[in-house]
């Protein structure tokens, strides 16, 4: 868990400075490409609800224990994953953040805490949110899979907008 921690940790880093450097046109921009790939989450999250995936994905948490949010998601975070996360985010919050995912010692990922995840539904990575892989429903990954198309685009524009690479 200290290797998932540790890179999650990084990541972050990276996300923070990113959006400390960015200049007032360059927030301008990440801010219309955060909005975005919000938007695609939101429209896979729609489809998701309304296949019942959602709630089907709630009401089997007592069964898997949550094994996507535990083990899944947080492997595989980027530091996009974190920017788009903090964009709104206050600067006391993203420290609390990152103390957390330093400190949290839980076999998990270190952003759960037992009344749910640290950030809010609207923060949520969209690694967290579009992903339903208990479910064989060939229309929502035909769905998913072209909507993946968009959320690449608009990531690596947001990952060139905020030029994590120089940072």
Partial sequence: MQIVQAE?????????????????????????????????????????????????????????????????????????DFFIAIFHMPEEQQAALAKLICNNRKDQCPVLLKTGCFLSFEQRPVLCTNAYPCFNDRSYWIEKEKKNILFKKAI???????QFKKV
Avoid at 12 to 31: P, V
Avoid at 156 to 162: H, P, W
Wanted: charged residues 20%; proline residues 2%.
């Fill in 8 to 80: 999650m940790h990084k990541n972050l880093m990276i996300a923070m400075r990113g959006f400390q450097k960015l200049s007032q046109n360059e927030i301008g921009l990440a801010e219309l490409q955060v909005k975005e790939i919000i938007a695609l989450k939101y429209q896979m999250e729609t489809i998701a609800a309304q296949k019942g995936y959602s709630q089907a994905c709630k009401a089997s948490i007592p069964t898997c224990r949550g094994d996507c949010c535990k083990w899944h998601f947080p492997r595989n975070l980027s530091h996009v």
């Fill in 156 to 162: 690596d524009a947001l990952d060139a907008t905020a």
